[in-house]
DNA sequence: TTGCACCATAGATCTTTGCGCTTC
DNA sequence: AGAAGCGCTTTGATCTATGGTGCA
């Protein structure tokens, strides 16, 4: 159950909201929490993510079915519900790439509202929020599947037996420079003709190695690997024929072009240009592998594979291109229109009717090998270990310029980083980009490629926030990380980290911290005194700030160039205060000081639909915006009330006491901040004033936050005592009533239980089909159905189940029905004070005749009518058959009142 | 290349006292 | 009959910070 925040004037539960804080805690209790109501359900996701390993078409259905479990919101079950089941034949193929199908239901509700011209609701965000979420840890599981594929010893084998000789011999002089292999053995001489000078480096290396230390790597060349790594890409790039698209972000489209290609995707034979590139299993990656042609992203998984083919670790890195959860450009899904980019050709596959599609495949045929052309980055790449430094180079097999990027050039690195205009136009982004190890753990790796390896960077508004969220006492808060917690399930454990790992922590995955903009004494320029923290010109100046009365200025800064030039005074900025209006202040305890003239006037922000008003009324009467004054500090003073007299309490014009501040209560007076004081004063009879702590503000209106109530100081003890005295009753009160409603719940429960078991043995069971022929022919169900029809306030399931009851126990006389001599048990702690005279009343029989007469009857008569104490139903049956749905048969006044309020 | 204007976007801040229905 | 309780709906205009682009 999601927090309730009660956004009631009195608060009768909870820490009283600070005040000011109280409405970003309260107005975003619903929105901190609501957000993370995608994490709860990534939570468990990520959970079943590792557990679920082996079962990836499980996965989503998991997804979906958890997040319904979780999301108690109506309306999100229904989102998700819809999603769920517009993903699910997408998910049953392996390729998660069309998650973004999912959308649809919701599009509507947002393109409805983006019509109209509004921002898009909370619910909208929630959506988006959640859709990003699910399609991450989607593509996130996708591309452990495709690790694991990565990982596998038929494919190495396949990739391995193709490499021509002299990629072997490079591996092999990899090996003896790493020092992993000792040279002399025999492939010296043709290897030592070809590149003497090498070679016999090499062999002098060995010769000394041979005395010294064997297997120590010759690092004279820089790490021997880079090499390797360069002559395998360029092989790579040689070999691999990019033949299908991959994947990308397409953004959150249109319901009608959803529905075509969910239609198309459905009903279809396979196409790899309009529905992306299935791989169905390992088998098909193992196809792939021996034909090596495929998507980009493919071709750098296989290149992940052959690599630690020839024994080198190394990672499968996916940048991930989720959905987003805002509303730019980015997310919007553009069409992408042939006609008028020919580069753009090649991807006819997105949503286009079929017509548009069977346009564009002729050109396409032909132009293949430009598959995905126009992302200018990698969504997948390699990270190669170093064995012997232990440090991470990236390696892009085919996309970029510059293929190898080891960790020292942090430049190249960043090139992985998707930024200009092309990226922007192809909707790549840089968010998540996690590495997925051949152990199957994986980690996230984004510093690395973040430029500067300063965060948020590009990440942000793609990327889920880190969120802060409230602990403890107010204003302590914690950062929730939402993808640190998916990441939770992919993690090696702390214990098994390797030397990489360690390495890579200290030093790349380490970010930086944003450099702080460093105070130039230079000359000055706009920007320079716009982000000054020493320095400030006039216009710069907040809304809420002004210049201390007197203030001078340091110097003076000429602003533009030539004729346009102008002189502006720069002023410290320590000369600068900050000012609230009189109402602001007020909340804060103070008032303005007599004869204090405001430093600024600004116009009126009004909010409320009160104030609106006044303010509308204002500039029609005036033809000018009102303004209001903003006061400093100094001008003000904390507001003393007058002690209180008599005990009496002060009230403002609401009847009520301003409490912002525990100033604000008057001298004698205490404050009681304790839910339901008022009726306890109203008892006791002395005076009080309900304090208001605050005003949350929603529906264009403010609400008063009221907590507890003022109080004389002498009043205080009597009323904490009585209202515990109450509060102790109500506990008890409910207790009772909880207490009740659980019995009664079992009691249904056994019931049913007995009327089940009673009907088995009667008829045998199990074949629903057959209990429903035999329905048709039993009276008593007949009946059934007919007074069902007749009562057209029926409760459900609970009142359908009683019915049932009746109906069986009318037929067998009991049937497995606690018949009263029976029942002790289940009616212990219920309807104890009637049980003798129920009993002594009314035998077994007598209940079946009532019942079996007709329960409507006892209905009109109604039991208060007959004799009110002694007509409780208690007999289980004939209380339930009633009219008693939920709660509380005992008490006839109640089921009187119940049933004439109908 | 630098400084600036301008734009898009996200996030923070300010705002300051109902209404109608149901239950008890 | 009338008091008390509860749900409604989660604003929204404005300002500020930030980063990108284009121009001089």
């Not at 602990?471 to 990489?500: C, E, H, L």
């Not at 809304?543 to 030539?562: D, Q």
């Not at 004054?629 to 003000?636: A, I, K």
């Not at 409760?795 to 069986?808: K, P, R």
Request: proline share 8%; aromatic share 6%; net charge negative.
């Amino acid at each position: 159950m999601p927090p309730f925040v009660p956004r009631k004037r009195v608060s009768s539960e909870d820490p009283p909201p600070a005040k000011r804080q109280a409405r970003p805690d309260n107005s975003q209790a619903p929105q901190a929490p609501a957000p993370r109501a995608p994490f709860h359900l990534s939570d468990s996701d990520s959970d079943s993510n590792s557990s679920l390993s082996d079962a990836p078409e499980n996965l989503k259905d998991n997804v979906s079915e958890e997040s319904e479990d979780e999301e108690e919101d109506i309306d999100w079950e229904d989102a998700i519900d819809t999603k769920s089941s517009a993903t699910t034949p997408t998910v049953a193929a392996p390729e998660l790439q069309d998650l973004e199908l999912t959308l649809d239901q919701n599009e509507t509700h947002v393109s409805d509202l983006l019509d109209g011209k509004k921002g898009p609701s909370k619910i909208e965000r929630q959506i988006r929020i959640q859709t990003h979420c699910m399609h991450v840890q989607c593509l996130l599981f996708h591309n452990a599947i495709r690790n694991a594929w990565s990982n596998d010893s038929k494919v190495h084998e396949i990739l391995r037996k193709k490499l021509p000789e002299g990629i072997h011999k490079e591996v092999k002089k990899w090996r003896i420079a790493s020092g992993l292999e000792l040279p002399e053995p025999k492939p010296e001489p043709p290897q030592s003709k070809k590149k003497g000078k090498k070679a016999k480096k090499n062999k002098d290396w060995s010769d000394e190695s041979e005395r010294l230390e064997p297997g120590q790597p010759d690092m004279s060349r820089g790490d021997p690997i880079i090499i390797l790594i360069k002559v395998l890409v360029a092989y790579w790039r040689k070999q691999f024929r990019i033949t299908a698209p991959g994947l990308r972000k397409y953004g959150y489209r249109p319901v009608a072009a959803l529905e075509t290609a969910i239609t198309d995707f459905r009903e279809e034979e396979h196409d790899p240009e309009r529905h992306g590139e299935r791989i169905a299993d390992l088998d098909e990656f193992r196809a792939i592998a021996e034909r090596m042609q495929g998507s980009r992203d493919v071709g750098a998984q296989l290149f992940t594979a052959l690599v630690r083919a020839l024994g080198i670790e190394a990672r499968l890195v996916g940048s991930l291109q989720p959905l987003g959860f805002g509303w730019t450009k980015g997310e919007t899904y553009t069409p992408v229109t042939p006609s008028e980019d020919p580069e753009k050709e090649e991807e006819p596959e997105t949503t286009e009717p079929e017509t548009d599609v069977a346009e564009n495949k002729a050109p396409a045929k032909n132009k293949r090998k430009q598959f995905d052309s126009d992302l200018p980055f990698p969504i997948y790449w390699t990270e190669v270990a170093s064995p012997v430094t232990n440090e991470i180079i990236s390696v892009d097999p085919l996309v970029l310029s510059n293929p190898v990027a080891p960790f020292t050039d942090t430049d190249l690195q960043a090139n992985f980083e998707p930024r200009g205009a092309k990226a922007d136009r192809a909707k790549q982004v840089i968010c998540y980009v996690v590495a997925h190890s051949s152990d199957g753990t994986a980690k996230e790796v984004t510093t690395r490629y973040l430029r500067r390896r300063t965060w948020p960077g590009k990440t942000k508004g793609f990327r889920m926030p880190l969120e802060k969220v409230p602990v403890g006492p107010r204003g302590n808060y914690i950062a929730f990380d939402w993808f640190g917690m998916v990441m939770r399930g992919y993690q090696r454990a702390r214990k098994s980290k390797t030397a990489v790992d360690k390495l890579e922590e200290s030093r790349d995955l380490q970010p930086n911290q944003p450099e702080k903009k460093k105070t130039t004494q230079t000359a000055d320029t706009l920007q320079s005194l716009r982000t000054s923290t020493e320095f400030v010109l006039e216009r710069f100046l907040r809304r809420e700030e002004a210049l201390r009365p007197g203030a001078e200025p340091v110097r003076t800064f000429i602003a533009g160039k030539g004729a346009r030039a102008k002189e502006e005074p720069v002023f410290r900025r320590a000369d600068v205060l900050k000012c609230l209006s009189a109402e602001s202040w007020h909340k804060e305890g103070r008032q303005t000081k007599p004869g204090a003239v405001a430093l600024k006037r600004v116009p009126i922000r009004a909010v409320t639909l009160i104030r609106k008003r006044e303010v509308d009324e204002m500039q029609r009467q005036t033809g000018e915006k009102p303004l209001q004054g903003l006061y400093s500090r100094d001008q003000t003073e904390y507001i003393v009330p007058p002690p209180i007299q008599d005990g009496r309490i002060p009230k403002n014009e609401y009847g009520n006491i301003d409490c912002f501040v525990p100033s604000m209560v008057p001298a004698g007076a205490t404050h009681v901040p304790l839910p339901g004081t008022v009726r306890v004063c109203k008892k006791l009879g002395i005076d009080y004033a309900e304090a208001v702590t605050g005003f949350e503000f929603g529906s264009k209106m403010a609400v008063p936050v009221i907590q507890g109530v003022v109080v004389a100081a002498e009043n205080e003890g009597l009323l904490r005592d009585a209202w515990k005295v109450d509060a102790e009753e109500k506990r008890k009160r409910e207790e009772l009533k909880a207490e009740k409603k659980i019995l009664q719940t079992w009691r249904k429960f056994l019931f049913g239980l007995r009327i089940m078991e009673r009907v088995r043995d009667e008829y045998g069971g199990g074949d629903p089909d057959a209990d429903r022929e035999r329905d048709s022919h039993n009276p008593f169900a007949v009946q059934k159905k007919k007074k069902r029809e007749e009562e057209a306030d029926d409760d459900g399931a609970d009142q359908e189940m009683l019915d049932q009851e009746s109906s069986y126990n009318a037929f067998d006389h009991g049937g497995g029905f606690l018949l009263p001599g029976q029942d002790d048990d289940a009616d212990d702690g219920l309807v104890v004070e009637n049980h003798d005279q129920q009993r002594s009343q009314k035998g077994p029989s007598q209940t079946d005749v009532d019942d079996a007469d007709d329960s409507k009857s006892f209905e009109s008569g109604g039991p208060s009518a007959d004799s009110p104490p002694l007509s409780i139903p208690s007999d289980s049956d004939e209380e339930d058959n009633g009219k008693d749905e939920d709660s509380e048969p005992e008490y006839a006044p109640r089921s009187t009142r119940r049933t004439r309020g109908r």
